[in-house]
Each structure stands twice: as structure tokens, then as C-alpha cells.
T-cell receptor, first 118, second 114 residues
Framework: NAGVTQTPKFQVLKTGQSMTLQCAQD?????MSWYRQDPGMGLRLIHY???????DQGEVPNGYNVSRSTTEDFPLRLLSAAPSQTSVYFC?????????????????FGPGTRLTVL | AQSVTQLDSHVSVSEGTPVLLRCNYS??????LFWYVQHPNKGLQLLLK??????LVKGINGFEAEFKKSETSFHLTKPSAHMSDAAEYFC????????????FGQGTELSVKP
């Protein structure tokens, strides 16, 4: 198993450009999510999905779109890049499950995409 | 609302001495709690998790954590630090009715001196 893969590893954009960060997993996990990591702030949830065709917003969704057409893929789109979106982006997946909506499953993280917006 | 507070942004220990990384949580319901580790320029790896079974949880690489409901704490410990333990550590909570979402603490950077 490749686990969770992300492309590209590094990207530099100019303000106003758009792009898509790719994320794929081969573990047949229902739950997938995108986080951004900024110094001193831990990881913050951008968007997540509990299955194909179902997505929802996390803590910091503005400026990002997602879709989930297949179980395996969960791309993150930046609509019009801004310098405030300079960050490291992580995709993660896990089995769905828990009680009362509480997760007790390990999330598996990709290696990250380091994005710089000039 | 849930939250996680890691009480130290940076901890420095000598090799062979104990490690203590402190985490307090806030949750209206019984939470699931996790510790993840991130080595430089790498993704995150699960160290251990608490999901309402035993309150003392053992993880990988000799780490363990104890869930203390009365203190709302989930501190991470290791009896003897190794140079390879130098990394950033995140305490994470998942609460009820949250759709499986995780809330991350700000992280604690652990340095290990020879």
C-alpha cells in the first residue's frame, strides 16, 4: 500500500493564481480531510469528507474548495491564491467509526505540500 | 466546544532523562485523545490513543500517556529520552457529535541534548 499520497511536494504561486493540490489514498478509507499547518498553530482543519459525494467545512474553509467523486481521491482547490495561504498542507484519511460521531480511529497523514504564495 | 492546550511550546531534556509533555483538554463529552509525532519535514505519525478503555495508554517507542478526567489532562511521558525522540508532538482531541473531526493542540517541540 502506498498509503496517503500528495502532489506536488512543493509549489510556488503568484497572488490570484488557482491550483489544485492532489490527495489519494489506497486504504479504502471513508474519511478524508485537509489540514494546514502554520508555525505555533498546530494543524487546522480546512475541509473534510465522510464518503464519496459528501463534504463539509472545517475550521478554516475560506478560499478553498473540495470535492469527493471517488473514495480514493480528495483534491483541494485554491480558487484565487493569497499570501495568507502560504502554509504546509496535509491530507489525511481514516476509517469511519466511533460512537456518537466521535472518532477513535487513527488518521493516516500524507507527506505534505509546501505552498508559497508570492 | 472542544479545545486542547499544550502547556509548553518547547521542552528540552538530556538523553537518558525522563520526558514529560503536558496536555489539557476541554470537552463537553467523553473525548477520544491522541498524541501524534512529527519529525522534521515529515508527515504525522500516531504515537498512541485513548478511547475510553484503560486510562493508562501505551504507545510506540516507549511512550505512554495517562487520561485523568478529574484534571482534564492527557500528559505524554517516556522514562528515558533518546536522540531520535527529537520532534514536534501534538495532542489531539475528538469529541462526540463532531463528525470525527480532530482538534489539534499548538504543538510541543522536544529537543534532546546528548
Amino acid at each position: 500500500n502506498a498509503g496517503v499520497t500528495q502532489t506536488p511536494k512543493f509549489q510556488v504561486l503568484k497572488t490570484g493564481q488557482s491550483m489544485t493540490l492532489q490527495c489519494a489514498q489506497d486504504m479504502n478509507h471513508e474519511y478524508m480531510s485537509w489540514y494546514r499547518q502554520d508555525p505555533g498553530m498546530g494543524l487546522r482543519l480546512i475541509h473534510y469528507s465522510v464518503g464519496a459525494g459528501i463534504t463539509d467545512q472545517g475550521e478554516v474553509p475560506n478560499g478553498y474548495n473540495v470535492s469527493r467523486s471517488t473514495t480514493e481521491d480528495f483534491p483541494l482547490r485554491l480558487l484565487s491564491a493569497a499570501p495568507s495561504q502560504t502554509s504546509v498542507y496535509f491530507c489525511a484519511s481514516s476509517r469511519q467509526g466511533g460512537t456518537s460521531g466521535r472518532s477513535y480511529n487513527e488518521q493516516f497523514f500524507g507527506p505534505g505540500t509546501r505552498l508559497t504564495v508570492l | 466546544a472542544q479545545s486542547v492546550t499544550q502547556l509548553d511550546s518547547h521542552v528540552s531534556v538530556s538523553e537518558g532523562t525522563p520526558v514529560l509533555l503536558r496536555c489539557n483538554y476541554s470537552s463537553s463529552y467523553s473525548p477520544s485523545l491522541f498524541w501524534y509525532v512529527q519529525h522534521p519535514n515529515k508527515g504525522l505519525q500516531l504515537l498512541l490513543k485513548y478511547t475510553s478503555a484503560a486510562t493508562l495508554v501505551k504507545g510506540i517507542n516507549g511512550f505512554e500517556a495517562e487520561f485523568k478526567k478529574s484534571e482534564t489532562s492527557f500528559h505524554l511521558t517516556k522514562p528515558s529520552a533518546h536522540m531520535s525522540d527529537a520532534a514536534e508532538y501534538f495532542c489531539v482531541v475528538s469529541g462526540e457529535n463532531q463528525g470525527g473531526k480532530l482538534i489539534f493542540g499548538q504543538g510541543t517541540e522536544l529537543s534532546v541534548k546528548p
